[in-house]
């Protein structure tokens, strides 16, 4: 027995974004709402931004597409409760203020569209949520994700990789550790450009986000349709195609 991660009986899925910098790949799952639209209908609503940077670059598309959007400043958060940033207690205090900021536009799914914090239980819980990583999540060593955290690319050339992948997966309490959805095509890595480790770290994370952008959209569509679904078991199918370790483009 299937059941679709998102049940497109129920209508348009409702999407909110969380940014934390220029939202760049939200704005493409935006832009795909607006061209699906005007052929015909879109699976899916774009309802709100979320940002825990009020000097946010990406809350300027709520203006540009009309576009209810909320803030709740992370730092000034922690710093009125005499806490550090990376107090657990705290930031499930804090999700729990999202999820009530959320709740005149009521969303489905979240798409974590550049924000740059770990979410807690009660968000994770609340929402579909789907999150972009620029290393291949499908490379295990020793039982665990290789290249998981926050330097997937610089981790992934110490590792000697060939090439490199973004993966676009669910968001679990576990750090980029949830069920794989997508993998973006390789970027070939030359070990041989002479440039340091931080510099190609860079290099190689611009094509890596730019894949991120052409995506995230598709995903969030396939998603709205139901074309993403899980068994009894939980294992993930891409309609009828087991995907254990997601789609390998």
Known sequence: MFKPIYDSTKGKMRVAGLVSGSGS???TIIEQQ???????????EVVGIFSDNPKCKGLDMGKEFNIPVFVNDIRAFYEKRGKKITDKQV?????KETIKLFDPVKPDFLAYAGYVWATTAPIVNAYIGVNAHPADLSIEKDGRRA???????KDALLGGESEVRSSLHLVTTQVDGGPILLISEPVAVDK???MSLEEASRFYLKPLNDMTR???PRVVKDI???TYRRDDN???????????KGVRL
């Open 25 to 27: 790949s939200f704005r």
């Open 34 to 44: 607006i061209q699906m639209q005007a052929k015909g209908g879109c699976p899916y």
């Open 91 to 95: 930031r499930e205090e804090y999700d």
């Open 147 to 153: 290249y998981a955290g926050a330097n997937g690319v």
């Open 192 to 194: 041989n450009s002479g």
């Open 214 to 216: 052409k995506l995230f």
């Open 224 to 226: 709205a349709e139901g």
């Open 234 to 244: 939980r294992l993930l199918y891409y309609g009828d195609t087991p995907i254990p």
